[in-house]
């Protein structure tokens, strides 16, 4: 398919803006750019059925099925995009007074108060842009908390070797040194690995608990309790919360601060890459150095006020500008509120019945790492596949994608060879997941009897494989 | 009660039967006791659709939506072509995850190509990631890109926008590196004292431009500054003004970062806006988050992946170059669309006006009293001080209060940041000059 350059013609244009109505200013000479501005000149239909054509060459939760582990793939509810598109949101300027903004400052407020009720936190932020900003925010608040007592030499950050790429390289952009411990033979945190990594240079520890084989870290009073005595803070990774929403709260688990995935748990849609929210929240102990500014409500003449507070002056001050992808934040809100009180956990609920059906179905042949039940996902393993037969989790993988469902997540978490992890989440109907099971478990069957046609898949799709080496060794980024 | 699961209730109750159990809490054995939720939380019931819409359709009305917009301090009001709504509400683009799958991804990929290819040609540089989270935040990146152990000195312009220094702050204290601002003189980075102050531990120089106050900053200038002690050069720049106004590229910067939000993003209070990251090729490798190349599949069609990835998190871990994950894909394709909506002509056409409308309406101001607070060459932004005995910010406030205008936003010293974008008419721009002046004639008179 053509580029949009590629199709540009000269003189082509839309007509987008009235003739200026007042004197023309112009830039002075030595200010004014040389090289000509080489932008595509297209007509609006030409774009039109550019986008179009791009959108038939993508896959989205619309498209169909969409299990993959870790990234918690739910149905988006299109009210949560129409009430996002609201001019009374979309028009609203960031640094129009408090009292031009109040409906802005509730929405924050609200999804701060309920946020804070299901994780267990008594404060949160949404600034943050995206869940490894919210580990950097997260990370930031555990280390400005050391650093205020006078704490200095805790320098370390534990992470489990199933930990998601961004902790250990959060714990670096603060300067921290990265302790990996190895898991145990049942994939959850070693403890006595963990007590022998613990001292006096521990600055804090980072888990998901679901972790992410998908298996709730039993033992997690006494790990948040062996950081604690050694003077840690914990650090919960909120990328799994959508497992035990509502039912268990990282809070009472002994977490000081998490982040959540807004754009994950709380079904904003992901756009392709982002944008998502990070929000961080955490305990009082941690609520002086939070970014700033933070949402605030107050009575005066009988009447309720939002109104922002910038005078904290512990904070760790700002990671963005203004108050982070608010549009994302209030879709989470809409979500919530539509939800409630009795949907949020039975949304956990559901996911894990989801996952853990699925997973009883796919064992008929799959090799499945978790023993008894999952939580929200689960992780297969194609190690004995890959050395007896010679095909891989990468093949499976590439072969849904000829019947139109995206492949779990590959080779993932790094602790198990061949992985793949499987997330099919609360969204999905009985159908769908006995359809979904069915074709996973024909492309084994056909794998098994034929290992070399399956590395020639997929067949139906826009492309075939890339050749991803070619595009690392000789880049070509731009037209 | 609100909720969007598929199964029916009998459903679940025979998934239930296959996995040999009762109820849903059996599925929770592994969770202490103890941990599991009695009481539930502070959450209100669910509701139904329109209930919510309501309920949020109310939650809006409370908001204030301004007829007229004199405001920018880093977020514009600029026309969004209706091509670029309906565009970037495609269900698809919507709802997809980060293009891993490249064989049923290559929309979302090559639409980031083409977002890469735009950001090269607007900044006249050789490469753009696939974007970071916004301006401040990829201004803070680019200086992590420029940091080593023999550089970690940090010298940003006085004359940036406040946040911007302050998330720069925020990241350069927890990695531990030093940040020293240059002064400004006149409303625009003293260049002198710059280059006083740079050495050979100094990491890079970054200079906004135009500048916080509007004023179109010398930037060949301050990068041979930079450059002379062998420090980098990071530009952060306004994009519409980037169409009329000498190049990243031709001043010599290593780092081109700012603001995408002007390319058809809404003001929605602050986000989601778009962090815009270009480089020269040799910075290349250093670049933090997603990049899009081109390549060829199997049977050797063109085709588009995520590549460079041994810079990334889920690969290097604590070595990786950011540990950016997710970014604002959705905001690029937003920014791609309106680029190429616009057009390089209509582009200018938007800077050229902003300009205009901003000094029409600073020779307007002029006539009031109201005169230029410094004398440089400025864009579509610029300072008045607000006359004697005046307080600007309760001048401003009756702007909003009693003419629906958002007039300029009220700084320091008694000053005000005034804004003006092709959105402005000279209608409306002449009906705020009335309001002023009625105001400071009544003001005045009561004196």
New interface residues.
């Given amino acids: 398919m053509e580029l949009l350059f590629e199709k540009s013609k000269e003189g082509r244009s839309c007509t987008i803006l009235p003739a200026c109505d007042v004197p023309v200013a112009a830039v002075e000479a030595g200010a004014a750019r040389q090289t000509p501005l080489t932008l595509p000149e297209l007509s609006e239909n030409d774009l039109s059925r550019h986008y179009s054509e791009l959108e038939r060459r993508a896959h989205g939760v619309n498209n169909g099925f969409y299990p993959l582990g870790s990234c918690t793939m739910k149905y988006n509810p299109r009210v949560n995009e129409s009430v996002a598109a609201l001019p009374g949101f979309t028009n609203i300027h960031p640094l129009q007074p408090d009292v031009s903004a109040q409906g802005c400052l509730e929405a924050l407020y609200l999804a701060d108060k309920y946020l804070c009720g299901i994780t267990g936190m008594d404060d949160m932020t949404f600034q943050p842009a995206a869940g490894a900003h919210g580990e950097l925010t997260g990370v930031m608040l555990i280390k400005k908390y050391h650093e205020k007592r006078g704490d200095t030499g805790r320098i370390k950050i534990i992470v489990p070797d199933s930990a998601h790429g961004t902790n250990p390289a959060t714990a670096a952009m603060c300067g921290m040194s990265v302790v990996n411990i190895p898991s145990g033979p049942d994939g959850c945190v070693d403890l006595e690995k963990l007590r022998a990594a613990v001292g006096d240079d521990t600055a804090g520890f980072m888990l998901t608990n679901p972790n992410t084989l998908g298996i709730f870290e039993k033992n997690i009073l006494d790990i948040t309790r062996i950081i604690h005595d050694a003077g840690g803070l914990n650090y919960y990774d909120g990328a799994n919360l959508n497992a035990i929403m509502g039912i268990v709260r990282p809070g009472d688990m002994g977490f000081d601060c998490v982040h959540l995935n807004l754009h994950k748990t709380f079904s904003t849609p992901h756009g392709g890459g982002g944008p998502g929210s990070g929000a961080v929240g955490c305990k009082k102990l941690l609520s002086p150095y939070l970014p700033v500014p933070r949402v605030r409500l107050k009575e005066a003449d009988g009447k309720y006020k939002y109104y922002q507070e910038y005078d904290f002056p512990d904070s760790i001050g700002k990671v963005k500008a203004f108050s982070g992808n608010f549009l994302v934040t209030l879709k989470a809100l809409t979500y919530i509120i539509t939800l409630g009180r009795e949907g949020i956990p039975e949304a956990a609920q559901n996911s894990v019945l989801n996952a853990n059906y699925l997973m009883k179905l796919l064992s008929k042949r799959y090799k499945v790492v978790n023993d008894g039940f999952c939580m929200h996902e689960f992780v297969l393993t194609l190690q004995n596949e890959a050395k007896e037969y010679g095909f891989t989790a990468m093949d499976i993988a590439k072969a849904l994608l000829d019947h139109g469902i995206h492949p779990p997540t590959m080779y993932f978490p790094l602790i198990v060879p061949e992985a793949l992890m499987v997330e099919p989440t609360e969204t999905e109907s009985k159908e769908t997941l006995d359809k979904a099971a069915d074709i996973f478990l024909e492309i084994y069957d056909q794998a098994i009897e034929n290992p070399e046609g399956i590395h020639g898949l997929p067949k139906t799709t826009p492309i075939g494989r890339p050749d991803e080496v070619r595009a690392a060794r000789s880049p070509v980024l731009r037209a | 009660?609100?909720?969007?699961?598929?199964?029916t209730q009998s459903?679940?109750r025979?998934?239930?039967d296959?996995?040999g159990i009762d109820s849903?809490e059996?599925?929770?054995?592994?969770?202490?006791r103890e941990?599991?939720?009695k009481n539930?939380?502070?959450?209100?019931?669910?509701?139904s659709?329109l209930e919510?819409?309501r309920?949020?359709?109310n939650?809006?009305?409370?908001?204030?939506?301004?007829s007229a917009?004199f405001?920018g301090?880093?977020?514009y009001?600029h026309?969004i072509?209706a091509?670029v709504g309906?565009?970037v509400?495609?269900?698809?683009?919507?709802?997809?995850?980060?293009?891993?799958?490249?064989?049923?991804?290559?929309?979302?990929l090559?639409?980031?190509?083409?977002y890469?290819?735009?950001i090269?040609?607007?900044t006249?540089m050789?490469?753009?990631n696939?974007?970071v989270?916004?301006?401040?935040?990829a201004t803070a990146e680019a200086v992590?890109m420029c940091r080593d152990k023999r550089r970690s000195k940090v010298i940003i312009s006085s004359a940036a926008?406040p946040?911007?220094i302050?998330?720069i702050?925020?990241?350069c204290?927890?990695?531990?590196a030093a940040v020293e601002l240059a002064p400004s003189n006149n409303g625009a980075t003293d260049l002198a004292a710059l280059e006083s102050m740079i050495d050979d531990k100094t990491a890079c120089v970054h200079i906004q431009q135009p500048n916080y106050f509007g004023i179109?900053e010398d930037c060949e200038r301050a990068g041979q500054i930079a450059h002379a002690s062998g420090a980098k050069f990071i530009m952060g720049i306004n994009p519409i003004a980037?169409?009329?106004?000498?190049?990243p590229?031709?001043c010599a910067a290593d780092i081109a970062v700012g603001?995408g939000q002007p390319l058809g993003m809404?003001?929605?209070?602050?986000?989601?806006?778009l962090g815009f990251m270009a480089a020269n090729s040799s910075m290349?490798r250093k670049l933090p988050g997603?990049?899009?190349?081109?390549?060829?599949?199997?049977?050797g069609?063109r085709?588009?992946?995520l590549?460079?990835?041994?810079r990334?998190?889920?690969?290097?871990?604590?070595?990786?170059s950011?540990?950016?994950?997710?970014?604002?894909?959705?905001?690029a394709?937003t920014a791609?669309?309106y680029?190429?909506?616009?057009?390089?002509?209509?582009?200018?056409?938007?800077a050229?006006?902003c300009?205009?409308?901003?000094?029409?309406l600073a020779s307007r101001l002029e006539e009031i009293k109201m005169p230029l607070k410094y004398g440089g060459?400025f864009?579509h932004e610029f300072v008045t001080a607000c006359p004697d005995g005046l307080d600007a910010k309760r001048l401003i406030?009756c702007l909003?209060a009693d003419h629906g205008i958002?007039g300029g936003?009220p700084i320091e010293d008694n000053c005000i940041l005034w804004c003006c974008t092709?959105m402005n008419?000279?209608e409306e721009?002449d009906r705020l000059i009335n309001v002023l002046a009625e105001n400071l004639a009544e003001k005045g008179g009561r004196g």
């Fill in positions: 009660m609100g909720h969007y699961l598929s199964s459903q679940r025979e998934m239930l296959a996995l849903m059996e599925l929770y054995s592994s969770v202490p941990l599991i939720t539930g939380f502070e959450l209100p019931e669910g509701k659709e919510v819409d309920l949020m359709r939650m809006a009305g409370k908001n204030t939506q301004f917009v405001r301090a880093g977020a009001s026309y072509p091509i309906t565009v509400s495609k269900e698809t683009f919507l709802t997809a995850y980060t293009p891993y799958q490249a064989e049923i991804s290559q929309g979302v090559q639409a980031i190509f083409e890469q290819s735009m090269c040609r607007l006249g050789d490469v753009s696939a974007s989270y916004d301006g401040a935040s992590a926008h946040e911007v302050k998330t702050k925020t990241y204290w927890a990695a531990g179109i980037a169409a009329i106004l000498k190049t590229g031709e603001e809404p003001l929605s209070y602050g986000g989601p806006y290349m997603r990049i899009v190349g081109e390549t060829v599949d199997t049977d069609n085709a588009y992946v590549t460079l990835q041994a990334e998190q889920h690969i290097r871990r604590e070595k990786a950011s540990n950016i994950c997710s970014n604002q894909a959705l905001c394709m791609a669309v680029m190429a909506a616009m057009g390089p002509e209509g582009m200018k056409n938007a050229i006006q300009m205009s409308k901003a000094h029409y060459q864009f406030e909003g958002l936003l092709e008419t000279k721009i």
